[in-house]
């Protein structure tokens, strides 16, 4: 079937808060229980459902929930990933040795701190759970700080939204631009006449003005840029 999973869960999304302080660029990366890759990813139906085509390549009898062809598909897939990621020596945990591990963490923490928060659907494993001793545990979910919590997605903060346009906005906007090319042809035309006006009269300015007038005649090679 070519199934594989990441090696290392590494999570980026969640924001540590500490000593009233967030920080909210926090990764945290552990190692994965069998059953979150199994159960969780691989066969759950809001994920990649692979129950049925994992069912039929194994050659069971998928027509009958009786016939008990997704625990034995839950089984074996569960033995599959955890001896891959053996056979690839990474770390990996069973469902069943990890429960215990929480249970043992969850009664030292009662006996030295009065209490341990707990979310009951997280510690307890998808399959097997009336075998762990969490499974018939009631538990309180509050937090405590330091803690992991979750936030709202970058798309919040950072996500675009499309302004709408007036019409009467969109009107003045190029009326507004209109007028300013007009205005700037109107003294370009005006500018360009000035020019050859004083083209026309400088015979006469250098015939009859003074020497020490003659510096007005400046003007008229920036006239002649200006055309």
Known sequence: LGLRWYAIPSVSSMMLEA??????CCQIAGFFQDTEISVMNLLAESRYNMVEPIGRALNLDVSMNTTYWKCTVATELTKAVYRSFKLARVTISDHLTLADKFVSFMREEIRTRGGCPTDWIWVTPPMSSGLVPIFHHETLRYSLSPSYE???????????????????????TVSYFLNMFRNQHQKTKSESRWCMQLRVTQPFITRNLPSHCLSTLSLYPFCRSLQ
Not at 19 to 24: A, E, S, V, W
Not at 150 to 171: N, W
């Open 19 to 24: 000593g009233g302080i967030q920080y909210t």
């Open 150 to 172: 979750y936030q709202s997605g970058p798309d919040m903060y950072f996500r675009k939204t499309p302004k709408k346009v007036r019409f009467h906005a969109l009107v003045r």
